[in-house]
């Protein structure tokens, strides 16, 4: 398996501009994790999905931020309009949860996104 | 409280061992994971321990689990270079409410000294 794809892997955009974030979780796995990490505040979760269903958003920083997951292979996070305290890396992890096993999270890459 | 807590930063010498200590919060976690980012990469899981035990080996790593305490701690024997990357510790809570996400400490960042 390749693990967990995401693109672009860099993207610099003007504020004011709607970005795109794509992950393609591993085949499988039934949850899918969108995370944002910077140095003023580390790594923080943004949104999680259990079998394609948001089941926690309350890390979405505000409305300008949204994120779907249309089927299983595919998630969307979206920025509109961007800001440049958008920037950060954002990471995409997906897992296997099931009773007994380990829940473990593999992570995608990033995209570094910088909005000037 | 409701963070989980690491230091920042753990600066060693090649050769020595490294400990790096976590402090979770939900007594009821059943898995408990420690994750190594490298520079420029995701997160990748560099081992986990089961709430029903107190310690695990695993070639040059030791995890020892202390839930009184909700203490968790990675030590690296024989830290090498290319030991240095962020390491982060995480907790798997309230899992019989079926929720699955992790909740991430600040991260370590541990510096090698050649």
């Known amino acids: 398996d390749a693990g967990v794809i995401q693109s672009p892997r860099h993207e610099v955009t003007e504020m004011g501009q709607e970005v795109t974030l794509r992950c393609k979780p591993i085949?499988?796995?039934?949850?899918l994790f969108w995370y944002r990490q910077t140095m003023m505040r580390g790594l923080e979760l943004l949104i999680y999905f259990n079998n394609n269903v948001p089941i926690d958003d309350s890390g979405m920083p505000e409305d300008r931020f949204s994120a779907k997951m249309p089927n299983a292979s595919f998630s969307t996070l979206k920025i509109q309009p961007s800001e440049p305290r958008d920037s950060a890396v954002y990471f995409c992890a997906s897992s296997f949860s099931a009773a007994g096993t380990n829940n473990e999270q593999f992570f995608g890459p990033g995209t570094r996104l910088t909005v000037l | 409280g409701e963070d989980v807590e690491q230091s920042l930063f753990l600066s060693v010498r090649e050769g020595d061992s490294s400990v790096i200590n976590c402090t979770y919060t939900d007594s009821s976690s059943t898995y408990l994971y420690w994750y190594k980012q490298e520079p420029g990469a995701g997160l990748q899981l560099l081992t986990y321990i089961f709430s029903n035990m107190d310690m695990k080996q695993d070639q040059r790593l030791t995890v020892l689990l202390n839930k009184k305490d909700k203490h968790l701690s990675l030590r690296i024997a024989d830290t090498q270079t290319g030991d240095s990357a962020i390491y982060f510790c995480?907790?798997?809570?309230?899992?019989?409410?079926?929720?699955?996400?992790?909740?991430f400490g600040t991260g370590t960042r541990l510096t090698v000294i050649p």
């Open positions: 995480a907790e798997l809570r309230n899992p019989q409410t079926g929720a699955n996400n992790l909740f």
């Open positions: 085949s499988g796995h039934n949850s």
